[in-house]
């Protein structure tokens, strides 16, 4: 099955720096790519998703892109603000044919800004 | 609703117990997701639904788990013989579609003691 590794595992920025974090996915056939935000004991937030046709969208301070030929795809935040600090996941949706998309999740990295 | 609704916020069982989890998804939304969340922070997938429809359960320890949508109600996720591993943070999530953006409820924290 799908399977994603997510790299950093922690990240610390100093505020106003840019931060990026790397996720690689290991079925070709995955096609939908979303990226959540999870403050302490809060539910996952989804911040921004790319689908397989795209290979790079972008939402004010952050963007996603997508190399489909290595299996990778990060996340790009800007111009970081301490209330970026957050856990951030990245996760794969299972191929099409499997029905109802379950979302595999990377291992999550812990991202501190810094005043 | 407009969110998806997680009832109770905290769970506490002891071991050998049972616990039972309720989800609402949005309305509209036809198609329901559990995952458990554990300390390490990892998600992993439970099972889906399509309406009333088990879609895939593939993630499912089936000796004790069980889950329902049925219809006109709560889905509901359902523990027998609680075991101390099963202490994790279960959230549900709703999409309109297959492959549509999952929104996740606020989760409901099991503790097993």
């Known amino acids: 099955g799908e399977n994603v590794e997510q790299h950093p595992s922690t990240l610390s920025v100093q505020e106003g720096d840019s931060a990026v974090i790397k996720c690689t996915y290991s079925d070709s056939a995955s096609n939908y790519f979303p990226w959540y935000k999870q403050e302490l004991g809060k539910r996952p937030q989804l911040i921004i998703d790319?689908?397989?046709?795209?290979g790079e969208k972008k939402d004010q301070r952050i963007a996603v892109t997508l190399n489909k030929t290595a299996k990778h795809f990060s996340l790009h935040i800007t111009e970081t603000q301490p209330e970026d600090s957050a856990v951030y996941f990245c996760?794969?949706?299972?191929?099409?044919?499997?029905?109802?998309?379950?979302?595999?999740f990377g291992q999550g990295t812990r991202l501190t800004i810094n005043p | 609703g407009e969110e998806v609704a997680q009832t109770p916020k905290h769970l506490v069982r002891g071991e050998g117990q049972k616990a039972k989890l309720y989800c609402a998804p949005i309305?509209?939304?036809?198609?329901v997701f559990w995952y458990q969340q554990v300390l390490k922070n990892e998600f992993k997938f439970l099972i889906s639904f399509q309406n009333e429809n088990v879609f895939d359960e593939t993630g499912m320890p089936k000796e004790r788990f069980s889950a329902k949508c049925l219809p006109n109600s709560p889905c509901s996720l359902e523990i027998q013989a609680t075991k101390l591993e099963d202490s994790a943070v279960y959230f549900c999530?709703?999409?309109?579609?297959?492959?549509?953006?999952?929104?996740f409820g606020d989760g409901t924290r099991l503790s097993i003691l």
């Open positions: 996760a794969a949706s299972s191929p099409p044919h499997q029905g109802a998309q379950k979302l595999v």
């Open positions: 999530a709703s999409s309109q579609e297959p492959n549509q953006p999952q929104h």
């Open positions: 309305k509209g939304h036809s198609y």
């Open positions: 790319i689908r397989s046709n795209v």
